[in-house]
Nanobody
Framework: QVRLVESGGGLVQAGGSLRLSCAAS????????LAWFRQAPGKEREFVSA?????????SADSVKGRFTISMNKEKKITVFLQMNTVKPEDTAVYYC?????????????????WGQGTQVTVSS
């Protein structure tokens, strides 16, 4: 059974940095894409960034390009990271890790079958 556990959220000042981690287990993930989504209060969940298991191709939302970087560590424990730099108050949200098929649409949340519980990120101005 696929399990995704996020960590690393917290309170950070605008302009600062934060690194989120997602520990993934329960699958080989060989045909998978792992992604980060976020949901701010009163708003719909939105795509942030994704990475393919094989090949490492990455995808990012325009709102975070040049500021956020997704990466993955496959050694021992499978971990997906989201390095968040130059954060803004509008980055405040619950951040979710998700896993889905590499053959599906990368930007659509309904394409992802597995989700973590989320980690809160709050950016103060």
């Amino acid at each position: 059974q696929v399990r995704l556990v996020e960590s690393g959220g917290g309170l950070v000042q605008a302009g600062g940095s934060l690194r989120l981690s997602c520990a993934a287990s329960g699958s080989t993930f060989s045909n998978s894409r792992l992604a980060w989504f976020r949901q701010a209060p009163g708003k719909e969940r939105e795509f942030v960034s994704a990475i393919n298991w094989s090949g490492g191709r990455t995808y990012s939302a325009d709102s975070v390009k040049g500021r956020f970087t997704i990466s993955m560590n496959k050694e021992k424990k499978i971990t997906v990271f989201l390095q968040m730099n130059t954060v803004k108050p509008e980055d405040t949200a619950v951040y979710y890790c998700a896993a889905g098929s590499v053959y599906s649409e990368a930007y659509k949340d309904f394409e992802y079958a597995y989700w973590g519980q989320g980690t809160q990120v709050t950016v103060s101005s």
